[in-house]
């Protein structure tokens, strides 16, 4: 299936219906609020601080900071001596001055078509005052960190806002990860609380998470830390089924009001197994038992601004974990701003980002940033390919969605087969078509713009990381002209650099580090407990900047392009190659539904290059199709980007998060066996599957 192309190089401008209702309407605008952002930011984000409720007033300057490791310290503080709570903003402010609570706040589409739940402005804030109750009731006090596994369902928000609302510190470990991942994250971030589920549905996959969950607190004991309270939300199991044999049972669930009686999960879980529950009285408890006779009454714990929020881990380089750490004001303001202007976020919109809360864009962009702004949201549970490829597009109709983000790999994966299952939807009600997580090729991004958008949607392909807590660098929907594959110009507040080996800034057009120069309301304060990895990491090798770690080039009308991680940089025969752009034109061949390419040393040219192409489905690999592959790179780079090597990779290995782990492709490549941590790896057969059929000499 040929995937509907857009005319190559064209710049796409921005969308004109939308200009009239816009935030930020015109260029001419983006640029005025740009340079008020970047010359007076405490003018800039005092303003936008009005907005929200602060216990009492900040003090000092807005921003107080040190980037540069030779001056001393690393530090970022933002409205210091300001005291708010985020849980009120969020919640009982919008119920309270904004009149927003009769509003949804989430429409909850489970795994299962049909399973389905609203829950309001006014129920989340009396579900998060409940479950407040219950962690107080528990020992948990401000500044107590609180470890969260669970799946995607509303009791997840319930459970970070209720940690926020009493000053405890989330830390939040995706359901995908193993009980090795979860026991390190625990140990690292000394959490005194486990909040899990039974367990959920992937698709048909039943996920047993409880016993993941028992293990993993069983290896933080073995290492003499073991975790007081494991409060465990039934999510699939019914109140009179028993646990496992040979373990006590929970608590059936008794009859108090909580979110489940609203769920029609009846019906599916009738024909399908059961989770197993493993019970262990000593530290176990019972969500829905904890919550009987509760009030759903609390009184917020006022923080100051920069006290900590939550952390959340993201792979270092070394494979142990960085604990990032975000606080409470700056990532507030952040979160709230850019989804305000990035999404164009109106009123009336329904808004569904497609991550799960368990990576940082749902973090920001499924709790903080819509909520903050009284926004309607879709939270799924379930999968873009589950009961089948059109699943994504039946909910957008279903729920009218407005506003929608997803990631590139999701783009691809259901660009492989084609339009049909799109076209089988309406999608009128879409507004705007957000993308984040890594480079979009330009062949996605017209797949998304042409056949998804109809050609009506502006794509914001936004570009940050975990650590800056918000989008960096980002188009704006009705101001910005799109370039596909661009993720074109900072937000407010932010400055960008391009910087040499030598840490020189480029002026102009050029290729180098991408870097930021000064801070923004929403970047982390540290990696906890090990600030001096912080500073190793982010500062050290260019003194004065906060280094992304990327690769970005600039092109003559100032639009930045991200070339893909600096570890992803190829160096051939002298010259330095993007693997991103080997990728990108890989995939321009209508056969390549996917493409990754990483380094294999040769003894004349430093490194060659080595691909892994996943073909259209139905499409056959060939000496003839191989040949038209080096050519095509060959055509778009020129010469020194011919692939020295192309392997049929039928499938990827991917983190859960849906990262291509290049680490691993580079190990196949040089047939190393010692893959190192692969615990973030979401399918291991993928794996041997390569080695077996590696390409062994160049051709
Ligand atoms: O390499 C960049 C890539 O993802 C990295 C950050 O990953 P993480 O902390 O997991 O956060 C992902 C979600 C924000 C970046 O250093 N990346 C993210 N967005 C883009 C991107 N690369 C290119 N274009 C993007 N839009």
């Not at 001056?71 to 001055?97: P, Q, W």
């Not at 994250?185 to 996920?207: E, M, N, P, W």
């Not at 990032?324 to 202007?341: E, N, P, Q």
Request: aromatic fraction near 10%.
């Amino acid at each position: 299936m040929i995937p509907d192309q857009g005319p190559r190089d064209a710049v796409v401008p921005p969308a004109e219906r939308l200009k009239a209702r816009a935030h930020v309407p015109s260029m001419e605008r983006y640029k005025e609020l740009y340079e008020r952002s970047v010359g007076n930011p405490d003018e800039f984000w005092g303003d936008i601080a009005k907005d929200f409720f602060w216990k009492t007033k900040h003090t000092g300057p807005f921003m107080d900071y040190n980037f540069d490791v030779t001056k001393g310290e690393i530090f970022i503080k933002c409205m210091e001596g300001a005291s708010t709570n985020i849980c009120y903003n969020l919640l009982d402010h919008n119920v309270l001055h904004r009149k927003l609570g009769d509003k949804v706040a989430f429409y909850w589409e489970g795994n299962e078509p049909g399973d389905e739940l609203r829950v309001t402005y006014r129920e989340l804030l009396q579900r998060v005052c409940q479950f407040s109750n219950v962690l107080k009731s528990q020992g948990v006090k401000k500044g107590d960190r609180v470890s969260i596994y669970m799946p995607m369902v509303v009791e997840l928000v319930v459970a970070m806002l209720a940690c926020v609302r009493i000053g405890a510190v989330h830390s939040i470990v995706f359901a995908g990860f193993s009980a090795d991942s979860l026991c390190e994250r625990i140990l690292d971030s000394q959490c005194s609380l486990l909040v899990t589920a039974d367990g959920f549905y992937r698709g048909d996959k039943l996920i047993n998470l409880k016993p993941i969950a028992d293990e993993a607190l069983q290896k933080c004991r073995d290492k003499g830390f073991p975790v007081s309270r494991c409060i465990m939300l039934k999510h699939l199991s019914k109140e009179t089924e028993q646990a496992t044999p040979g373990s006590q049972s929970p608590p059936a669930k008794r009859p108090c009001p909580d979110l489940q009686q609203n769920k029609q999960t009846d019906r599916v879980r009738k024909t399908r197994p059961a989770p197993q529950v493993p019970w262990n009285p000593d530290v176990d408890v019972c969500w829905h038992s904890l919550l009987c006779g509760v009030s759903d009454e609390c009184e917020p714990e006022w923080c100051d601004s920069e006290d900590p929020l939550f952390i959340l881990y993201t792979s270092g380089s070394t494979g142990k974990p960085k604990g990032v750490l975000h606080t409470v004001s700056g990532y507030m303001l952040y979160t709230a701003t850019t989804f305000k202007l990035v999404f164009d976020y109106q009123a009336d919109d329904v808004y569904w980002c497609t991550a799960d809360i368990g990576w940082i864009t749902g973090h920001s962009y499924i709790t903080y940033g819509p909520l903050a702004n009284g926004a309607t949201s879709v939270l799924f549970e379930g999968l873009p390919t589950y009961p089948d490829v059109g699943r994504m597009w039946d909910i957008v109709d279903k729920y009218h969605i407005t506003k929608f983000y997803t990631a590139p790999t999701a783009i691809r994966l259901l660009m492989k087969y084609g339009s049909e299952p799109v076209h089988k939807s309406s999608r009128a009600s879409l507004k705007v078509l957000g993308t984040v997580g890594e480079p979009i090729n330009p062949e996605a991004w017209h797949w998304y713009y042409n056949v998804v958008g109809d050609k009506r949607c502006p794509i914001v392909d936004t570009f940050w990381q975990t650590e800056t807590g918000g989008h960096m660098l980002t188009p704006l929907p009705a101001a910005t002209p799109l370039k596909p594959g661009s993720a074109t110009f900072p937000f407010f507040g932010v400055v960008p650099a391009i910087l040499n080996e030598s840490g020189e800034e480029l002026e102009g057009p050029g290729e180098g580090y991408l870097v930021f120069k000064q801070p923004w309301p929403g970047v982390m304060r540290t990696v906890y407990g090990d600030h001096q990895r912080f500073e190793s990491i982010y500062f050290n090798k260019f003194p004065g900047y906060y280094v992304t770690g990327d690769g970005c080039r600039r092109d003559g009308d100032g639009y930045y392009w991200i070339t893909g991680r600096i570890d992803d940089m190829l160096n051939v025969s002298g010259h330095l190659l993007s693997t991103a752009e080997v990728e990108s034109s890989l995939v321009e061949h209508p056969a390549v539904a996917e493409a990754a390419v990483v380094g294999r040393p040769h003894a004349i040219k430093g490194e060659s290059l080595y691909c892994f192409v996943t073909l259209i489905q139905g499409v056959a690999f060939s000496a003839a199709l191989e040949a038209q592959l080096r050519k095509q790179v060959r055509d778009k780079i020129g010469a020194i980007a011919t692939p020295d090597f192309i392997q049929n990779a039928p499938a990827l290995p991917k983190t859960r998060s849906g990262k291509i782990m290049r680490r691993v492709l580079r190990k196949i490549a040089r047939n190393e066996r010692d893959l190192g941590d692969i615990s973030t790896l979401a399918e291991s057969s993928v794996v041997e599957q390569l080695f077996e059929n590696r390409c062994s000499a160049a051709i």
